[in-house]
């Protein structure tokens, strides 16, 4: 019988259900996974436990007992570290919330506790989730398992890296650029961000609030569902959180993909590609057709000027969003001031300077630099208009096609440090996801191969503003149709 860590989603939660798998036996076999790896990988930057083995106990106790039970009916799940949990310490990845203790729980988090999920810890990631490759944090670089000399992706890379590993079976990230999804590719699970609006943004510590969206990471498709379901849904505390139906996404996953319309985008098999990833995803596209899908060719004209679009909009939001922490109201505040010498402008100056890394310095930068007067019109007004177009470009493409599939990446995972030394290399890591977060759209990587080294490849499916069903019912499909990678190595 496969160990705890290579099971599916699906059964684990039979053997639960089932009186065959206590919670408490299932959190322990996590705990002792992390570990036994965490020191390798590092992907948890925090463990907590005592409280998750608690929790365990009280589902098992409930269950024994004929008492109803919550959808992940005692599953461990890990929490991104911008994800707030009440008394426990969320620092983005940076010095500067390095003893920041939120006095609330994020929806997210209050979702999880209510569907008795079990919250092992929180997981390592870019610093403000600025960042493709999880080596900007403040508490260390996190390794890929599949193989430790290279990233595991980003921001998100602790979440990936973690259900690789089978740290846990279940996590939450957030996907500002690709953040979820091309971490998902370089580690071989699935990982999806939903519609802008589909999740409440409450308690995410903000990095780019029209583009910031938390969303699921899962061994499988059936368990990237489940955490979606579980985390979907109206609330009142974040008023870009839309009041749609949350539908029940595991259960419409034996739908027939006949009739299924898929687009392909030309120029996202250019230069830059890497041809063992372009194969890998052509074959997934193949497979899905093989199952009923028709498949045709459509225009994202305006897809080339992503990046741009988004290294305006993304750290001008930063550069608003990152001035509340001046070393007064909280965050890190330096030693370096005599009150009787310096100034409030020193004092912010060297807080700052000192609780921010370089990557996050860069970007305030960029985005202070977009929005001062002068520039305002000719950058920030100008990229916003484009977002328009690049958002209306999809909106034609869904009125021929139900799915745009194609890579999440344009390599897989590259080694730790390659990259950061050269900031465009790295950005441009994330061509093929940035364009759903612009238009506000759900996508969901999924594996569909490895390369001759052994390194997994993402598939990406897109799909129209909440058209999640669909999504994953194509997902599912991609899934059992397509090449087998096996378990992680963690090598």
Same mark, same amino acid.
């Given at each position: 019988?496969?160990?705890?860590?290579?099971?599916?989603?699906?059964?684990?939660?039979?053997?639960?259900?089932?009186?065959?798998?206590?919670?408490?036996?299932?959190?322990?076999?996590?705990?002792?996974?992390?570990?036994?790896?965490?020191?390798?990988?590092?992907?948890?930057?925090?463990?907590?436990?005592?409280?998750?083995?608690?929790?365990?106990?009280?589902?098992?106790?409930?269950?024994?007992?004929?008492?109803?039970?919550?959808?992940?009916?005692?599953?461990?799940?890990?929490?991104?570290?911008?994800?707030?949990?009440?008394?426990?310490?969320?620092?983005?990845?940076?010095?500067?919330?390095?003893?920041?203790?939120?006095?609330?729980?994020?929806?997210?988090?209050?979702?999880?506790?209510?569907?008795?999920?079990?919250?092992?810890?929180?997981?390592?990631?870019?610093?403000?989730?600025?960042?493709?490759?999880?080596?900007?944090?403040?508490?260390?670089?996190? #390794?890929?398992?599949?193989?430790? @000399? +290279?990233?595991?992706? =980003?921001?998100?890379?602790?979440?990936? *890296? !973690? $259900?690789?590993? /089978?740290?846990?079976?279940?996590?939450?990230?957030?996907?500002?650029?690709?953040?979820?999804?091309?971490?998902?590719?370089?580690?071989?699970?699935?990982?999806?961000?939903?519609?802008?609006?589909?999740?409440?943004?409450?308690?995410?510590?903000?990095?780019?609030?029209?583009?910031?969206?938390?969303?699921?990471?899962?061994?499988?498709?059936?368990?990237?569902?489940?955490?979606?379901?579980?985390?979907?849904?109206?609330?009142?505390?974040?008023?870009?959180?839309?009041?749609?139906?949350?539908?029940?996404?595991?259960?419409?996953?034996?739908?027939?993909?006949?009739?299924? #319309?898929?687009?392909?985008?030309? @120029? +996202?098999?250019?230069? =830059?590609?890497?041809?063992?990833?372009? *194969? !890998? $995803?052509?074959? /997934?596209?193949?497979?899905?057709?093989?199952?009923?899908?028709?498949?045709?060719?459509?225009?994202?004209?305006?897809?080339?000027?992503?990046?741009?679009?988004?290294?305006?909009?993304?750290?001008?939001?930063?550069?608003?969003?990152?001035?509340?922490?001046?070393?007064?109201?909280?965050?890190?505040?330096?030693?370096?001031?005599?009150?009787?010498?310096?100034?409030?402008?020193?004092?912010?100056?060297?807080?700052?300077?000192?609780?921010?890394?370089?990557?996050?310095?860069?970007?305030?930068?960029?985005?202070?630099?977009?929005?001062?007067?002068?520039?305002?019109?000719?950058?920030?007004?100008?990229?916003?208009?484009?977002?328009?177009?690049?958002?209306?470009?999809?909106?034609? *493409?869904?009125?021929?096609?139900?799915?745009?599939?194609?890579?999440?990446?344009?390599?897989?995972?590259?080694?730790?440090?390659?990259?950061?030394?050269?900031?465009?290399?790295?950005?441009?890591?994330?061509?093929?996801?940035?364009?759903?977060?612009?238009?506000?759209?759900?996508?969901?990587?999924?594996?569909?191969?490895?390369?001759?080294?052994?390194?997994?490849?993402?598939?990406?499916?897109?799909?129209?503003?909440?058209?999640?069903?669909?999504?994953?019912?194509?997902?599912?499909?991609?899934?059992?149709?397509?090449?087998?990678?096996?378990?992680?190595?963690?090598?």
């Amino acid at each position: 019988m496969p160990e705890l860590y290579e099971q599916s989603t699906e059964s684990l939660l039979s053997a639960l259900n089932a009186g065959d798998l206590s919670s408490r036996t299932l959190t322990t076999a996590c705990l002792d996974r992390i570990d036994q790896l965490n020191k390798k990988l590092n992907a948890f930057v925090s463990v907590n436990a005592d409280a998750a083995l608690a929790k365990a106990d009280a589902v098992d106790k409930r269950r024994a007992t004929g008492q109803t039970i919550g959808l992940l009916q005692g599953l461990p799940v890990g929490v991104k570290d911008n994800i707030c949990q009440a008394g426990v310490a969320t620092t983005c990845g940076s010095r500067m919330l390095h003893n920041y203790c939120p006095p609330y729980d994020a929806h997210v988090v209050e979702q999880l506790n209510a569907e008795d999920g079990v919250i092992v810890g929180q997981l390592n990631m870019d610093e403000f989730a600025m960042g493709s490759s999880t080596e900007t944090s403040a508490s260390g670089v996190t #390794r890929n398992p599949w193989n430790p @000399e +290279h990233s595991p992706g =980003g921001s998100s890379g602790g979440a990936a *890296a !973690a $259900v690789a590993a /089978g740290m846990v079976p279940l996590a939450l990230g957030s996907d500002t650029g690709g953040s979820i999804r091309q971490p998902a590719s370089f580690c071989g699970v699935v990982g999806m961000k939903p519609t802008y609006g589909r999740v409440s943004r409450f308690g995410l510590v903000a990095f780019a609030s029209s583009l910031d969206q938390i969303g699921p990471f899962a061994r499988d498709v059936h368990g990237a569902a489940l955490l979606l379901q579980v985390i979907s849904g109206h609330d009142t505390r974040d008023t870009t959180s839309v009041d749609s139906v949350v539908a029940n996404y595991t259960g419409q996953f034996n739908q027939s993909l006949e009739g299924l #319309r898929i687009g392909i985008v030309d @120029e +996202h098999y250019g230069e =830059g590609l890497d041809d063992e990833v372009e *194969a !890998a $995803v052509r074959r /997934g596209i193949e497979r899905l057709e093989s199952a009923g899908a028709t498949v045709k060719s459509v225009k994202l004209p305006h897809a080339r000027y992503s990046v741009a679009t988004y290294y305006l909009i993304a750290p001008s939001e930063a550069s608003s969003n990152l001035a509340r922490y001046d070393g007064i109201h909280y965050g890190h505040r330096t030693e370096d001031f005599n009150s009787r010498n310096d100034g409030l402008i020193d004092l912010y100056c060297r807080s700052r300077g000192e609780g921010f890394g370089a990557e996050v310095k860069r970007r305030i930068m960029l985005g202070t630099y977009a929005l001062s007067a002068g520039y305002y019109d000719a950058y920030y007004l100008k990229a916003l208009k484009v977002r328009r177009r690049i958002r209306e470009d999809f909106d034609k *493409a869904f009125a021929e096609v139900d799915i745009i599939a194609g890579p999440v990446a344009p390599t897989a995972a590259f080694r730790i440090g390659e990259k950061m030394n050269d900031p465009l290399a790295m950005y441009l890591s994330d061509i093929y996801t940035i364009s759903a977060n612009l238009a506000g759209i759900p996508g969901i990587s999924v594996p569909c191969g490895l390369t001759t080294n052994g390194l997994p490849i993402g598939l990406q499916l897109q799909a129209s503003t909440f058209s999640e069903t669909t999504l994953l019912q194509a997902a599912a499909m991609a899934e059992t149709s397509g090449d087998t990678i096996g378990v992680c190595p963690v090598a």
